[in-house]
């Protein structure tokens, strides 16, 4: 399995780093660690070099927190290679994940000195241009999952890996599916014919009824593939009976597929996706709806200025 770790030595990244460290990654695993360098960016000479008194210390803080991070995540039969970018970081997160052919991003939610943090418009973005799975540590380990559905396409993406990837599915799931409600105002106030009581209690209990049905099913095909997996359903705001949910079972981890939508040159993360992401009090990890890209009108978002690799022992196959 390949994996981004994207880290700006901040507390929050160093969380995210021992969440990194504790997870039992597939033998073989490869991790990337990525800093990204934004903030003297300006200082950058034509040449696309930093003066050597303001590059020198900086550099060398960088390596020391490269070289501890690379020491962390290092076990017999991982791979784990250090890169430093500089640029704008949600271009380069998403640019590197693509040229290091990663099958999933980590990153923290806070704000360190460079802002690589996966927190705000950077996360969003992130999530929007990263070609695989993003996982916003909140925390330094995983123990409980809450699997948000809906039966899009997008969940059972995210279902899928909640099956395939094996330092998930070994963990208690769940799963989630959360019937809308309508308001009593959208209901009976909002049009000049407003609908008939009845109607609108058959209309909850279809809805409620369908969204059972989603969680039920979706439990049954994980329960058969070995995950322990339960039903839990909640009416009414879907960021917030999902965050609930979370806070109920005390869960370390959201996982939730995002359908976003696709513009002419990018994907927009989905309203739910996102709410979820600003406001679950745990992980997130959120995997976006594989749909067709017209890759004619798609622009490359960033441009490496310098990218240097580190590692002691050869290059393993992948």
């Not at 501890?68 to 017999?76: I, Q, S, V």
């Not at 599916?177 to 008939?196: Q, R």
């Not at 329960?223 to 359903?233: E, I, S, Y």
Request: hydrophobic residues 45%; proline residues 4%.
């Amino acid at each position: 399995m390949n994996v981004l770790f994207a880290t700006d030595n901040s507390p929050s990244a160093l969380q995210a780093q021992a969440l990194m460290a504790s997870l039992p990654w597939p033998a073989e695993t490869r991790i990337d660690v990525l800093y990204v360098d934004q903030f003297l960016e300006a200082d950058l000479d034509r040449s696309g070099h930093r003066p050597s008194g303001i590059r020198a210390p900086l550099s060398a803080d960088v390596e020391k927190h490269l070289a501890a991070a690379r020491a962390a995540l290092t076990r017999p039969g991982r791979a784990v290679w250090t890169h430093v970018v500089i640029g704008r970081p949600a271009s380069a997160i998403a640019d590197t994940a693509r040229r290091v052919s990663a099958e999933l991003v980590v990153g923290s939610h806070g704000h360190g000195r460079f802002a690589s943090a996966l927190l705000g418009s950077v996360g969003a973005e992130v999530v929007d241009t990263a070609p695989c799975p993003v996982l916003v540590a909140r925390s330094s380990r995983i123990r409980e999952i809450v699997l948000a559905h809906d039966g899009s396409d997008g969940s059972r993406q995210a279902e899928d890996l909640v099956a395939s990837w094996s330092f998930l599915r070994s963990l208690r799931t769940q799963v989630i599916s959360v019937a809308p409600t309508l308001t009593s105002w959208y209901a009976f106030g909002a049009s000049e014919a407003p609908l008939d009581a009845g109607v609108y209690q058959q209309i909850l209990d279809d809805a409620r009824a369908e969204h059972q049905r989603i969680a039920s099913e979706a439990t049954t095909r994980l329960v058969a593939q070995g995950v322990a997996a339960l039903v839990d359903r909640r009416d009414g705001d879907t960021v917030r009976g999902i965050v609930d949910v979370a806070v109920d079972h005390q869960a370390d981890l959201i996982v939730i597929g995002s359908r976003g939508r696709t513009g002419l040159l990018r994907f927009v993360l989905g309203s739910v996706a996102r709410g979820v992401l600003f406001g679950a009090p745990c992980s997130v990890l959120i995997v976006r709806q594989r749909v067709a890209v017209d890759h004619d009108v798609v622009q490359p978002t960033h441009d490496v200025v310098r990218d240097r690799l580190v590692n002691d022992s050869p290059r393993k196959s992948r």
